[in-house]
């Protein structure tokens, strides 16, 4: 039994590793920024070659102990380990050590917990802490101390203190999961409604820290907060794009992706992921001075394969090239399509050459033709301003008389399932076809 201390935030990092493993030098960079991002002071880190997991510590007994050694000199009040623990793992090394131990997950989460600024998005980091939590329920606390086994005179509240504190756990699951479906619903609503309204969708997805949040400010006017840190948003933006040669589009920023980006938080957040599962497009946001890019970006490819995304079609945008030393370009596959983009959000260069790849890539057959509406065809009208499609117009008594100017995609479905409004949109788009 010990108190769990809950002072400051000097930390000493254990960053597991096996061998032949290319990458360990990149993740302990990413680990160490992990643990700053969550406001942590990292005192030191110990290297620990896993090869077999201890199920007891994960790593073996003879680093735990060194481990213990060095939190005690350095006077941590936290160990971080770069490795998701099992509950009975995090307990052992909390009593060996005795101070708190927080893994991979833990930490993600409390960084998601403190960046969080929407309701929606502090529902669902709570969602997840507490699904975390739920499986390392403990007599850790003082407030157990009354229950130190099943001997006769040993028997207290400690176990009816647990057993309470799981029913409140659960209670206070079943009433997140239940306000979140409400604000869930009510999201689905607007998304359904850019839908009716067929604007384009594209979302912004990529590694943490590859500059999602600044292309998007560079292309809207969302004004998100960016900065040089992972996880600088999680919260998810929609914003209007205007300008680009297809008309207008939705343009949503997503939460940044990280390898072993815990389950229950991906499931938790469904609220921002979705924007990225309901896009037309992906803008698919890399680190182009980053030599680990390209694995990176098949860390990005898993995470959206687990939220049924991994099949819609991408544009790779390569940002930071003033760091990489290169030109602002496009990449055109073998059709002339573009399949990525050169460009820096930061400095705002190459910025035009992505509005163009993305009024190709939205765009398709173009309808540009005048077009007459009756007054009974309110509904059409409306749908077609909606959309974008209406570049000019005039009403008389007669009715709309419309100037169109729209990809033929957009104008296609716009008629509602109406005899007499699909009979009017088939004469405007008979010409191009």
Not at 18 to 36: C, H, I, T, Y
Not at 64 to 86: C, F, G, I, N
Not at 279 to 289: E, F, N, P, R, T
């Amino acid at each position: 039994m010990f108190d769990r201390q809950k002072k400051g935030e000097r930390a000493v990092l254990v960053l597991p590793h096996s061998r032949g493993e290319g990458d360990a030098a990149r993740r302990a960079e990413e680990f160490v920024e992990l643990a700053k991002s969550a406001g942590a002071e990292v005192l030191g880190s110990i290297p620990a070659r896993v090869e077999d997991p201890n199920p007891r510590y994960y790593i073996g007994t003879g680093k735990a102990d060194e481990v213990a050694e060095a939190a005690r000199a350095l006077e941590a009040d936290v160990v971080l380990v770069d490795h998701l623990l099992t509950p009975v793992q995090e307990r052992n090394l909390e009593k060996l050590l005795n101070i708190r131990v927080v893994d991979r997950a833990g930490l993600i989460l409390d960084i998601f917990a403190q960046r969080a600024r929407s309701h929606e998005g502090k529902l669902e980091v709570e969602l997840a802490q507490l699904k975390h939590i739920a499986t390392r329920l403990v007599r850790g606390w003082t407030h157990l101390d009354a229950q130190r086994g099943g001997a006769i005179g040993n028997r207290g509240p400690g176990e009816t203190q647990l057993e309470l504190d799981r029913r409140l756990l659960a209670e206070r699951v079943k009433m997140l999961t239940k306000r979140l479906e409400k604000v869930q619903t009510q999201r689905g609503q607007q998304r359904r409604s850019r839908m009716r309204n067929t604007v384009p969708r594209v979302a912004l997805v990529g590694y943490t820290n590859a500059g999602k949040s600044t292309l998007f400010n560079a292309l809207t006017t969302g004004e998100v907060y960016a900065a040089d840190q992972l996880f600088a948003t999680l919260d998810p933006t929609v914003r209007k794009l205007e300008d680009l040669s297809c008309g207008p589009a939705v343009l949503a920023d997503t939460v940044g992706f990280i390898r072993d980006l815990p389950h229950d938080l991906v499931a938790a957040f469904r609220g921002t992921l979705i924007e990225a599962r309901d896009a037309d497009l992906l803008l698919h946001v890399c680190d182009a001075a980053d030599d680990e890019r390209e694995r990176l970006h098949r860390v990005v490819d898993k995470v959206l394969e687990e939220i049924d995304a991994g099949d819609l079609p991408q544009l790779l945008i390569m940002n930071k090239i003033d760091l990489a030393g290169t030109e602002p370009r496009i990449d055109r596959d073998a059709e002339g399509r573009p399949q990525k983009v050169w460009l820096s959000a930061a400095r705002g260069l190459g910025i035009d050459l992505l509005r163009q790849a993305l009024g190709e890539l939205l765009g398709g057959d173009r309808v540009q033709s005048p077009l007459h509406l009756p007054l009974s065809a309110g509904r059409l009208h409306a749908r077609l301003k909606a959309a974008g499609a209406i570049v000019g117009e005039a009403v008389d008594e007669h009715g709309w008389r419309l100037d169109i100017d729209a990809p033929r995609s957009v104008i296609a479905p716009l008629s509602g399932g109406n005899a007499a409004e699909a009979e009017l949109l088939r004469e405007l788009l008979g010409p191009v076809e």
